[in-house]
T-cell receptor
Framework: SQTIHQWPATLVQPVGSPLSLECTVE??????LYWYRQAAGRGLQLLFY??????ISSEVPQNLSASRPQDRQFILSSKKLLLSDSGFYLC?????????????FGDGTRLSIL | EDQVTQSPEALRLQEGESSSLNCSYT??????LFWYRQDPGKGPEFLFT???AGEEKEKERLKATLTKKESFLHITAPKPEDSATYLC??????????FGQGTRLTINP
């Protein structure tokens, strides 16, 4: 069966510091990968998605970037964090190809910027 | 622009008291509507995909239905362990899901 791992679970960072959040998927090959942010009282917002190694699509302009160095690894980064980057960051995967496939989420990283 | 609105924002029920959650959507050409359950501090857990008006899906005490403008998540004889936030999303384009704000459901014993 497929599993998705995110780490760390919680993170407290000062304003202006760098960020690296990692997500890995097991039990499937060539998945679509996604990064979402869930701010308090707001719905999930898609930040980035990837359909293959090195292929990144950005949904909203922001202070963050994403990379996919390996087939089942997705990384969310920032060079300098802002207060507005606080939130709950979720990684998700879906099967590529035929039909309408659901996205499956990890357990997220709670990021607090001080 | 595609939009998803869920109601109510919060719902408290007694154990065994059946009810329904609503998800209204405006989308040009529905390509899938998804229901998720989210527990506090966790990621959303996939429940159902609905593809076309008239479709129904069931899982234990949950039943999801779809019309051309909205979807309902019916919960029958709920138990305290059904307490969670329930999220609805519609597919936009090839990859994007547009989520509603969710309904926070509390089942009191």
């Amino acid at each position: 069966s497929q599993t998705i791992h995110q780490w760390p679970a919680t993170l407290v960072q000062p304003v202006g510091s760098p960020l690296s959040l990692e997500c890995t998927v097991e039990g499937t090959s060539n998945p679509n990968l996604y990064w979402y942010r869930q701010a308090a009282g707001r719905g999930l917002q898609l930040l980035f998605y990837s359909v293959g190694i090195g292929q990144i699509s950005s949904e909203v302009p922001q202070n963050l970037s994403a990379s996919r160095p390996q087939d089942r690894q997705f990384i969310l980064s920032s060079k300098k964090l802002l207060l507005s980057d606080s939130g709950f960051y979720l990684c998700a995967w879906s099967v590529q190809g035929i039909g309408i496939q659901p996205q499956h989420f990890g357990d997220g990283t709670r990021l607090s910027i001080l | 622009e595609d939009q998803v609105t869920q109601s109510p924002e919060a719902l408290r029920l007694q154990e065994g008291e059946s009810s329904s959650l609503n998800c209204s959507y405006t989308v040009s050409g529905l390509r899938g509507l998804f229901w998720y359950r989210q527990d506090p501090g966790k990621g959303p857990e996939f429940l159902f995909t609905l593809y076309s008006a008239g479709e129904e899906k069931e899982k234990e005490r949950l039943k999801a239905t779809l019309t051309k403008k909205e979807s309902f998540l019916h919960i029958t004889a709920p138990k305290p362990e059904d307490s969670a936030t329930y999220l609805c999303a519609v597919r936009q384009g090839a990859q994007k899901l547009v989520f509603g704000q969710g309904t926070r459901l509390t089942i009191n014993p």
